[in-house]
């Protein structure tokens, strides 16, 4: 799996769009990016993912450069219940590698 | 729909006693996992199981062990606890590896463990 780097922590503020970054340079063509998060003390949390085209759902947007080595999370109108851990892991689908490998993230903190 | 669902939440146990954890799933996912998170640490995988009847070691699978007896449930045991397990237990679950969605993990909301 491509290793990725993210910041340690952000702060944005209530109600503005939370933009959260991930270097994945070393990304190969068949990884694709996914977005967890891990509000404090609870189980991490599904975002989205996507492998070359910009991805929107319900919780997020993503977007991935055109050469795939970054990607963008974006939450639109952040609130204070997104303050949390977001990690940024990049894996190719299949495979026998069943270990999905979480960093540090980086630790947005919504402020009011 | 409960999704994955951890028991118990909270438990403090002296060094050398037994217990087992329980994750259920109500999802008909084939994957199951189990993880530990400690400080600094991040998330480490302890034993998965592709299928009912299977289980294999992750990367941090010394003093546990696992049973995958019917699909929906997956139980993490520790024979004799040691301090050093003093964490926090995920149980995740997924659909089959060999397509994309392998890869979203289901979490559980934790159980706390505490040996002394």
């Known amino acids: 799996d491509a290793k990725t780097t993210q910041p340690p922590s952000m702060d944005c503020a209530e109600g503005r769009a939370a933009n959260l970054p991930c270097n994945h340079s070393?990304?190969?063509?068949?990884?694709?990016v996914y977005w967890y998060r891990q509000i404090h003390s609870q189980g991490p949390q599904y975002i989205i993912h996507?492998?070359?085209n910009n991805e929107t759902n319900e919780m997020a947007s993503l977007i991935i450069t055109e050469d795939r080595k970054s990607s963008t999370l974006i939450l639109p109108h952040a609130t204070l219940r997104d303050t949390a851990v977001y990690y940024c892991?990049?894996?190719?689908?299949?495979?026998?590698?069943?270990?999905?490998?979480f960093g540090k993230g980086t630790l947005l903190t919504v402020n009011p | 729909n409960a999704g994955v669902t951890q028991t118990p939440k909270f438990r403090v146990l002296k060094t050398g006693q037994s217990m087992t954890l329980l994750c259920a799933q109500d999802?008909?996912?084939?994957?199951m996992y189990w993880y530990r998170q400690d400080p600094g640490m991040g998330l480490r995988l302890i034993h998965y199981?592709?299928?009912?009847?299977?289980?294999a070691k992750g990367e941090v699978p010394d003093g546990y062990n696992v049973s995958r007896l019917k699909k929906q449930n997956f139980l993490l045991g520790l024979e004799s606890a040691a301090p050093s397990q003093t964490s926090v237990y995920f149980c995740?679950?997924?659909?089959?590896?060999?397509?994309?969605?392998?890869?979203?993990?289901?979490f559980g909301a934790g159980s706390r463990l505490t040996v002394l």
């Open positions: 995740a679950s997924s659909p089959p590896q060999g397509i994309v969605v392998a890869n979203v993990l289901t």
């Open positions: 070393t990304i190969s063509g068949n990884e694709y």
């Open positions: 996507g492998l070359k």
């Open positions: 892991i990049v894996r190719k689908s299949g495979g026998s590698n069943y270990k999905l490998t």
């Open positions: 999802m008909n996912h084939e994957y």
């Open positions: 199981s592709v299928g009912e009847g299977t289980t």
